[in-house]
């Protein structure tokens, strides 16, 4: 299954709608891509939809927090929104979710930054 990322902006925040796999090679560049995009053009709120992502892998997982640091270190934000069970058990078990800002709500993650 192919990546996607399509970007929407709502009230200064990017919004990144990903869908497919974040896996080792193409999902990881469109992902690192689709940021490195946004902070090219000085976009620092970044909110990722992961609500289409099926499966995230070790190195997706890898590129979600050099991301998160990467934003971070540019003064910006960078949160999750809509995790599906799979990718939320996967956050869960290596304590990401205590370094992720997650919601199941887009309009209360965008009023969050």
Known sequence: MTMTATTRRIEGVNIIDLSGRITIGEGTVILRDAVRNLLQRNE??????????????SSGIGELVSSFTTVGNQGGKLKLLSLTKKV????????????????DDEARAIQSF
């Open 44 to 57: 620092k709120n970044i909110l990722l939809n992961l609500a289409d992502v099926s499966y995230i892998d």
């Open 88 to 103: 939320h058990d996967l956050l869960s078990i290596t304590k990401l979710l205590t370094v992720f800002e997650v919601f």
